[in-house]
């Protein structure tokens, strides 16, 4: 099983590691109990994504909505949408199959393409659904995800692509059997937008950052920019970019022996004593606390 280290473009956009050169799917564990990681940052990629939790509890939020999946269910998360996962657990973990549209139909110009793949990509009222161990379609859709993550694993296995391939094609129909019954839709320009606030922001976390430069950044007045980052995000702006930056300290507290002042430098504040203001307030501890003893501080952001 890969483990997840998180690949990104300079526009956020996740690069795939592919389990077979010229084969478009990708397979990967996220276990937060393990390092590096303490969240999933925000990201977004060309794929089809589905996710099962199995073990432990993860918040994901895609665009402006947010989802709590407990141990046994799933999500599906709608290529090109902006997303972001964290642990409400210490030993939450998941799975997840990443897929290219070009596996469902790799030929745009035939039946299938236009009518069962991108009427679907191009629709913000089907961005996300939830299975769960509770429900037949759930189970169904669980079940043929650990498929694949057994298939995964048998490297030696004789055809394992199409098996792959099959489980996926397998899944297809559940989904856009729930596309019909879709859920509330997601706003196209807010994903687009916090798309490019989030990179601008990866970009620049070291640096000082002003809502001027972020508002640019979407064609907005910094006061309209800063109302509409809080009710797409539900957070604001500047609360934002104070997690973001704590959240980047965090690898630097567990894994290296930068000095609490380097760290501060690093991640963007602009002194140690506002950094370890910040980080109290945001996890509950100081920087020092937290690198003695990271598990015990880990539901706080």
Known sequence: MIVNQLQLAEDQREIMQRITPGFPVSVYQTDFSAKPYKSVIWHWHEDFQFCWV????????????????????????????AHTAEPLSPDAAYYCVDTHPDLICPDAESVVYKQMVEPFIQS???????????TPEGIAVLSSLKRIFTLF??????????????????????ILKRAQNAGSPVSALGNERIKKIVTYIEGHYAEKITLRSIAAQIFLSPEECSRYFKKIIGTSLFAFISQYRIKKSLDLLSNTELTIAEVAQRCGFSTQSYYTSCFKKIKGCTPNQYRSSPTQYLNSI
């Open 54 to 81: 199995y073990r432990g509890t993860v918040h994901f939020q895609v665009v402006d909505q947010s989802y709590t999946l407990p141990k046994d269910s799933g999500i599906f998360i709608n290529c090109r949408l």
């Open 124 to 134: 913000t009222s089907s961005p996300v659904f939830i299975f769960s161990d509770d």
């Open 153 to 174: 694993n048998q490297d030696g296995l004789l055809g394992r692509e199409l098996f792959i391939q099959s489980e996926i094609l397998r899944l297809w129909p559940s």
